[in-house]
């Protein structure tokens, strides 16, 4: 009989893992990447499958071969969410085009804009489709709170960058922390990008081994930051806490997750994912999987 794992973990984690095997380190071709994202939709762990993320560049490549993988697609359509470069206005015209033509098959649901000045997010906000959602980057080194007041008032979400090939794309747990109780307070629900590569947070080399160390954070970590954020349960420092707290600080059980004292139920789990933290990218499906089993929770 097949084990089953804590309601905790499965709400935690729906839909989470924005596979994004054409970016660093991993950066696939195309049909590998594509290959990869069909293979784990038709795997036992589909239900943490969030979005394929792909640069616009790569679009039409996308839609040259994916139709040799939606032969035998369980479930239709793919949702894609594009990486918009120098030119978002013209990109979203490829965007829509995408669509029109791929309807069906694949569809772009979402699309993640560069850092961009308060005024040039709410220009390009303007130019979005209707039913695709926005995730606008928010650069840690100044104006959060301003682009954020620009992100919800556009009734859009923000992405922020968790870490990179480099020690100092990682930033600090304080950083972090301030970015999730701004996000929560906004009312902006948030996806994280890079350096998301293991449940929870440690000292490991950045970019491989012989590699400087960097405190990277945890998957699980964040997540679970934002849902106690979320909830009222922890604020300023408690959050960086969160961020750092090891293995032992959590417990996922069937009804709930334990941080510390603190309990949320699975429902209050879902209902925080849906309004804060939506997922993070990795540009591997099978490596989080491999550690969330290694540590039980799969």
Same mark, same amino acid.
């Given at each position: 009989m097949t084990e089953t794992k804590p309601a905790s973990i499965l709400a935690l984690l729906d839909s989470s893992i924005d596979y994004a095997g054409m970016f660093l380190p991993a950066k696939l071709p195309v049909d590998d990447m594509l290959r990869s994202w069909a293979a784990a939709r038709r795997g036992e762990h589909a239900g943490l499958l #969030?979005? +394929?993320?792909?640069?616009?560049?790569? @679009?039409?490549?996308?839609?040259? +071969?994916? =139709? &040799?993988?939606? %032969?035998?697609? =369980?479930? &239709?359509?793919?949702? @894609?969410?594009v990486v918009l470069g120098e030119d978002p206005e013209a990109e979203l015209d490829l965007v829509r085009a995408f669509n029109d033509r791929l309807r069906g098959g694949a569809e772009v649901v979402s699309v993640e804009v560069m850092p961009l000045s308060t005024r040039a997010i709410d220009r390009v906000g303007t130019y979005l489709s209707p039913g695709i959602e926005a995730f606008f980057e928010v650069p840690l080194d100044g104006e959060v709170e301003a682009r954020l007041a620009i992100i919800a008032s556009g009734d859009f979400a923000a992405k922020v960058r968790t870490g990179g090939v480099t020690a100092a794309a990682f930033p600090d747990a304080a950083r972090l922390g301030a970015f999730v109780a701004s996000a929560a307070g906004a009312q902006v629900p948030f996806k994280a990008t890079a350096g998301l590569h293991h449940p929870f947070a440690g000292q490991r080399p950045a970019a491989g081994a012989g590699t400087p160390s960097v405190a990277m954070h945890g998957f699980l970590n964040l997540a679970v930051a934002a849902v106690l954020c979320r909830v009222g349960a922890v604020e300023g420092d408690e959050i960086i806490d969160v961020l750092g707290a090891p293995r032992d600080a959590f417990e996922f059980r069937d009804v709930g997750l334990a941080y510390r004292g603190l309990i949320v139920d699975v429902d209050e789990i879902a209902a925080? &994912?849906?309004? +804060?933290?939506?997922?993070? #990218?990795?540009?591997?499906?099978?490596?989080?999987? !491999? !550690? @969330? &089993? %290694? !540590?039980g929770l799969l």
């Open positions: #969030g979005r +394929l993320v792909v640069p616009s560049h790569a @679009l039409d490549a996308v839609e040259d +071969l994916a =139709p &040799r993988y939606l %032969t035998d697609e =369980p479930r &239709r359509p793919w949702p @894609l969410s925080a &994912r849906r309004a +804060l933290f939506r997922s993070f #990218g990795s540009c591997s499906f099978d490596e989080p999987i !491999e !550690e @969330l &089993r %290694t !540590e």
